[in-house]
T-cell receptor, first 112, second 115 residues
């Protein structure tokens, strides 16, 4: 158990819908990262937050957005969902720069 | 820009034999390198990292990795493989953009340890 929690574990929804994935980092970690894992794209970085502020952006679509709240939990919002958005979405957290990241168990999103 | 290559999609090794999973990297500046393991239907688990210091890094579950600057490689090794080591292994490099420390992952290598 990494100490990073993600909810829900599984999500099945239809094209065009909007979903919210939630992540709670390990106690004391200020950085939160979101990654997407799919068969064709592999593991891709989406976005990073540090203590409530956006720190870095990767291959995140405009339909996707995220935020980190004062209690340091983070939410990833996916809207206008397409079949190709079906993937495992991981959240990770770390205490600071250069430190290893600890990954949550992931949310498996299926868009039908 | 940074990148990681894992040249082997699949590595098979007999139980008890030494194993190596290969990784090469490209990054500007000093590399921050990581290995993670993923078991079926699970998240990624951190194994070890190289930031600075000794070129041989020891990690969890008896794994170690050798950093080679001249060959820009960071191969994962274990002296004696266990069946339970069978999993998907990812090499990663930290972003070289100032202020960011997200990871760039290789495509993964599936390790199968044969009893």
């Amino acid at each position: 158990d990494s100490g990073v929690t993600q909810t829900p574990k599984h999500l099945i929804t239809a094209t065009g819908q909007r979903v919210t994935l939630r992540c709670s980092p390990r106690s004391g970690d200020l950085s939160v990262y979101w990654y997407q894992q799919s068969l064709d794209q592999g593991l891709q970085f989406l976005i990073q937050y540090y203590n409530g502020e956006e720190r870095a952006k990767g291959n995140i679509l405009e339909r996707f957005s995220a935020q980190q709240f004062p209690d340091l939990h983070s939410e990833l919002n996916l809207s206008s969902l397409e079949l190709g958005d079906s993937a495992l979405y991981f959240c990770a957290s770390s205490v600071g720069l250069g430190n290893e990241q600890y990954f949550g168990p992931g949310t498996r999103l299926t868009v039908t | 820009a940074q990148s990681v290559a894992q040249p082997e999609d699949q590595v098979n090794v007999a139980e008890g034999n030494p194993l190596t999973v290969k990784c090469t990297y490209s990054v500007s500046g000093n590399p921050y390198l990581f290995w993670y393991v993923q078991y079926p239907n699970r998240g990624l688990q951190f194994l070890l990292k190289y930031i600075t210091g000794d070129n041989l890094v020891k990690g969890s579950y008896g794994f170690e990795a050798e950093f080679n600057k001249s060959q820009t490689s960071f191969h994962l090794k274990k002296p004696s493989a266990l069946v339970s080591d069978s999993a998907l292994y990812f090499c990663a490099v930290r972003a070289d953009q100032t202020g960011a420390n997200n990871l760039f992952f290789g495509t993964g290598t599936r390790l199968t340890v044969i009893p």
